[in-house]
């Protein structure tokens, strides 16, 4: 059974950093990425990283977000700096199952960046 859990949200003054954690179990996973959806806005990807390193980060958070994986953990982590009001969001962890390609969802935690 897959299961995906999240940690480290919070709230935090502008210009600060927090760090989120994603403990991974139940399978290997191809790409393990961090999602974010906003108050009346559809989800989008914030960062994600492939089983071979390669990372994808959204415009948005280029230079103030690093994505990282422990592969012995199972675990991908969200480094976010500088943080500004419209990082705002949940942040959902994604990753897809590297043999039968389904993807799974964490349930979500809670980033509230004040100004």
């Known amino acids: 059974q897959v299961q995906l859990v999240e940690s480290g949200g919070g709230l935090v003054q502008a210009g600060g950093s927090l760090r989120l954690s994603c403990a991974a179990s139940?399978?290997?996973?191809?790409?393990m990425g961090w999602y974010r959806q906003a108050p009346g806005k559809q989800r989008e990807l914030a960062a994600s990283?492939?089983?071979?390193?390669?990372?994808t980060y959204a415009d948005s958070v280029k230079g103030r977000f690093a994505i990282s994986r422990d592969y012995a953990k199972n675990t991908v982590y969200l480094q976010m700096n500088s943080l500004k009001p419209e990082d705002t969001a949940v942040y959902y962890c994604?990753?897809?199952?590297?043999?039968?390609?389904?993807?799974?969802w964490g349930q979500g935690t809670q980033v509230t960046v004040s100004s």
């Open positions: 994604n990753a897809i199952d590297l043999y039968s390609r389904v993807g799974y």
């Open positions: 139940g399978s290997i996973f191809s790409i």
């Open positions: 990283i492939t089983k071979s390193d390669t990372i």
